[in-house]
């Protein structure tokens, strides 16, 4: 299946500071990449929508000026966790659809952050 | 929004038994339904799904079912083994294009 690549795995880091985390599909291209959010034990909840070439949309609730998500080309987003606080501590995960939408999507590894 | 509740959320079976996991969706719209496994702290991978045209598709030991009208759509996984343990997600795609998922289920297999 297609490969969606995720880095890092893991970080941790201090309150204050901002968090990259890169979203890479490596052998399809991705016009349009998810972002999600897994707290333990609980569901993948949808942040936004990243379209290549244009703003990201956000879901309801989710700081659009914190989580700064850059889709800059087919093949790799990116998202920013700015100023980042304990309570942003969590599973961070992309998908990525060569179909453009969310029907047969390829996750990335994910990125664990710890924020202390 | 599209909402997706998934039961049970905690399943353990014997191996060898069969497990089912149900899922509801609130859009009507919502024409393609996957299911997801992910094991501990592992990303979650594709196993099955099913559009909207069809009522049931199956892969192995693996089927799915959809019933549009009750807006219903089950997992079912037969002669299951101690390597099917992990958490299963089922999710729901509509008109927006989004992937929403339901919350999920631990299921256990016990040899």
């Known amino acids: 299946g297609a490969v969606v690549s995720q880095h890092p795995s893991w970080v941790i880091c201090k309150s204050g500071t901002s968090v990259k985390i890169e979203c890479r599909s490596l052998?399809?291209?991705?016009?349009?990449m998810f972002w999600y959010r897994q707290f333990p034990k609980q569901s993948l909840m949808l942040m936004a929508t990243s379209n290549e070439g244009s703003k990201a949309t956000y879901e309801q609730g989710v700081e659009k000026d914190k989580f700064l998500i850059n889709h800059a080309s087919l093949t790799l987003s990116t998202l920013t966790v700015t100023s980042a606080h304990p309570e942003d501590s969590s599973f961070y995960i992309c998908s990525a659809s060569f179909l453009g939408r969310g029907e047969k999507l390829f996750f990335g590894s994910g990125t664990q952050l710890s924020v202390l | 929004g599209e909402n997706v509740e998934q039961h049970p959320s905690t399943l353990s079976v014997q191996e060898g038994d069969s497990a089912v996991i149900k899922c509801t969706y609130s859009?009507?719209?919502?024409?393609?339904f996957p299911w997801y496994k992910q094991e501990l702290g592992k990303r979650p991978q594709l196993i099955i799904d099913i559009r909207s045209n069809v009522g049931e598709k199956k892969d192995q030991r693996i089927a799915v079912t959809l019933n549009k009208t009750a807006k219903h759509f089950s997992l079912h996984i037969t002669e299951t083994q101690p390597e099917d343990s992990a958490v299963y997600f089922c999710a729901a795609e509509g008109n927006t294009d989004k992937l929403i998922f339901g919350t999920g289920t631990r299921l256990q297999v016990f040899p």
């Open positions: 859009d009507s719209a919502s024409n393609y």
């Open positions: 052998d399809f291209q991705a016009t349009t």
